[in-house]
C-alpha cells in the first residue's frame, strides 16, 4: 500500500462555540482525486481552508507527506510526534470560488509575482514558465490583459495557472465553478481534467456531479461537519450506502434533471 | 491704492520662503508618510501591546494644535533633554509626526478596503507577510485612498505656515516681515496666499493624474 501524502487525522475545527469539523479522518494517496461533496454549511470548504492552512484547527493535525501541517491549539505539546512543516511551504495550491485575482496586476504577473519573490526565479524563467502555463488552460493571448477585462471564466483559468506555477503538489478547489456562467463552467472544468489526466493530487469541492463521476477516484459525502461516506463515483451514485447521501443525491439530481449542465 | 514697486523689491525674499515651506513639506510628508504606514499596520495588529500604543500615540496627535506642539519639541526638547532640533528642524518634525497620525487613519482605512480574501490567496501562494503587503496589499490600499491622501498633504503644506510661529522664514513669516517693513499687509499676504497657491495646486492636479492612471490600468 503506498503512503498518504495528505493524512488528516482526528480534526476538530470550531468557530466559536459552533463545532464545523467533528473529528474528521481522512487519507489521500498521491495522485487521487477526492471529489467532496454535500449540503451548504456541511464544512467541506472548511475542511479545504484547514488543510490549506488559512485556518487554525483546534483538535487533532494535517500531516502532507510526513510533515505536521497543522496541529490542534488544544492539543498538549507532546501531541507533535514528528517534523513540522515551515510556514514558507507552499505544497498546496489552491483556488478558489471568487477567482481572488491581484486586480491591480497583469495576468502575467499575477502568475510570475510568487516564483519570482518565493522561489527566486528570474523574470525570464517565470515568463516562460507563465506562458507555458497560459498555453495549457488556453490564454496565451491574455497574458497583459488586467483579471477585470476577463470573463470569470478566463479569471478562474488564470487563477488554476497562478496556483500551478508554484509547482504544487496538490490543489485545492473551493467551489470553483459555483459563481461561473453556466455555459463557461465547462472550459474551467476541462482545464481540470486536464490536471487530473496528469497525475495531480486533486481535492475538490463542486456541485459538478457529472465531473465527480467522470473524474473522481473517491467521492466524499459531508454533513455536519463529518464525513458519512466515502465511495468511489459509481458506488455513491448509484448505491449509496447511507440515507443522508441518498437524500442529498436524490434532491441534486431533481434540480438537475430539468436542465442538466453539459459535461 | 495698490503699491507694487515697493513688494516687487521683496520678490527674492518670497522666492526663498516659499523653497523653506516647500523643504519644511517635504521632510515632514516624508516623515509622516513612514510612520503613518508603520502606525496604520500597529493599528491594526492583534496584539494589544502594539495596537493600544498606536491608538494613543493618533489620537493625541490628532486632538492637540499643531501649533502647540511644534512649542513643544521647540522648547521644551531643549528645556527637557537639552536637545535642540533648531526651528526648522522642531517644525519639520512636530509636522511630520502631527500628519503621520492623519495618514495612519487613511492607510488603516485603505487597508481595511481591500478584500480579505487577497490575503489568502497571497497566503497559499507562499508570499511573507511583507510581500504580501508591498506587492499586493497597498498597491490596491493606496489606489483606494488617493484623494484624502491628497488632500492631506496640501493641508500639510499650509499647516507648515504655523511654523512662522517660532520664526522659521518660511513663507508667512515672510509675508509678515514685509508687511511690517512696508505697512501695507494686505499685499504683502495676498502675494503669500499667491504662493500657497502656486505649491499646492499642482500636487492637486498630480493626485487626480494618479488617479485617473491607475483606475485605466486596473481596467
Redesign the interface.
Known amino acids: 500500500m503506498s503512503e498518504s501524502l495528505i493524512v488528516v487525522a482526528d480534526l476538530v475545527k470550531r468557530y466559536g462555540s459552533e463545532t464545523v469539523l467533528d473529528h474528521v479522518n481522512l487519507a489521500v494517496t498521491s495522485g487521487q482525486v477526492m471529489v467532496i461533496i454535500g449540503p451548504s454549511g456541511s464544512g467541506k470548504s472548511t475542511l479545504l481552508r484547514c488543510i ?3 485556518e487554525p484547527i483546534q483538535r487533532g493535525q494535517i500531516i502532507i507527506d510526513g510533515l505536521i501541517a497543522a496541529i490542534g491549539t488544544e492539543e498538549p505539546q507532546s501531541a507533535v510526534s514528528g517534523p513540522l512543516m515551515p510556514s ?3 505544497d ?3 483556488v ?1 470560488q ?1 477567482y ?6 497583469s495576468v502575467l504577473d499575477n502568475i510570475t ?2 516564483p519570482r ?2 522561489l527566486g526565479m528570474s523574470r525570464e524563467e517565470a515568463t516562460a514558465m507563465a506562458a507555458d502555463l497560459l498555453k495549457r488552460v488556453g490564454l496565451e493571448d491574455k497574458r497583459d490583459v ?1 483579471p ?2 476577463l470573463s470569470g471564466g478566463q479569471q478562474q483559468r488564470a487563477a488554476i495557472a ?2 500551478l506555477a ?1 509547482r504544487p503538489r496538490i490543489m485545492l478547489f473551493d467551489e470553483v465553478t459555483s459563481a461561473l456562467d453556466p455555459e463557461l463552467v465547462g472550459e474551467v472544468l476541462k482545464t481540470m481534467r486536464a490536471l487530473a489526466e496528469q497525475g495531480m493530487t486533486m481535492l475538490v469541492v463542486t456541485h459538478e456531479m457529472g465531473f465527480a463521476r467522470d473524474v473522481a477516484d473517491d467521492v466524499i459525502f459531508m454533513d455536519k461537519g463529518s464525513i458519512v461516506e466515502r465511495s468511489p463515483p459509481d458506488q455513491i451514485f448509484d448505491r449509496p450506502t447511507g440515507p443522508r447521501t441518498r437524500t442529498f443525491l436524490e434532491r441534486l439530481l431533481e434540480r438537475e434533471g430539468g436542465s442538466r449542465r453539459a459535461k | 491704492m495698490l503699491n507694487s514697486a515697493t513688494i516687487v523689491g521683496y520678490l527674492p525674499d518670497y522666492l526663498a520662503g516659499a523653497l523653506l515651506t516647500l523643504e519644511l513639506a517635504l521632510v515632514s510628508t516624508s516623515i509622516g508618510a513612514v510612520l503613518g504606514l508603520a502606525l496604520a499596520l500597529t493599528r491594526r495588529s492583534r496584539y494589544r501591546v502594539l495596537s493600544w500604543p498606536t491608538y494613543v500615540y493618533i489620537e493625541f496627535f490628532r486632538t492637540t494644535p499643531p501649533l502647540v506642539q511644534i512649542v513643544w519639541l521647540y522648547y521644551g526638547l531643549p528645556l527637557l533633554f537639552g536637545f535642540d532640533l533648531g526651528a526648522f528642524g522642531a517644525a519639520a518634525v512636530a509636522l511630520g509626526l502631527n500628519v503621520a497620525a492623519f495618514l495612519a487613519e487613511i492607510f488603516r482605512a485603505g487597508i481595511a478596503g481591500v ?1 480579505r ?2 490575503w ?9 507577510f511583507l ?1 504580501t503587503l508591498r ?2 496589499i497597498l ?2 490600499a493606496i ?1 483606494n485612498v488617493l484623494p484624502p491622501i491628497g488632500t492631506t498633504i496640501i493641508y500639510l503644506i499650509k499647516d507648515t505656515a504655523i511654523a512662522s510661529a517660532i520664526g522659521t522664514p518660511e513663507l508667512l513669516r515672510v509675508g509678515q516681515l514685509v508687511a511690517n517693513e512696508t505697512f501695507r499687509p494686505a499685499e504683502a499676504l495676498t502675494i503669500v496666499a499667491f504662493a500657497y497657491f502656486v505649491l499646492t495646486y499642482p500636487v492637486a492636479l498630480g493626485f487626480t493624474t494618479i488617479e485617473r492612471r ?1 483606475s485605466l ?3
Do not use: E, K
Open positions: 490549506a492552512r488559512l514558507s511551504r507552499h498546496i495550491g489552491m478558489f471568487s481572488n485575482l491581484f486586480p491591480h496586476l509575482l510568487a519573490r518565493v488586467f477585470g477585462r497562478r496556483a508554484m | 478584500d480574501t487577497q489568502q490567496s497571497a497566503r497559499v501562494l507562499g508570499l511573507g510581500d506587492f499586493v498597491p490596491q489606489r491607475l490600468a486596473r481596467a
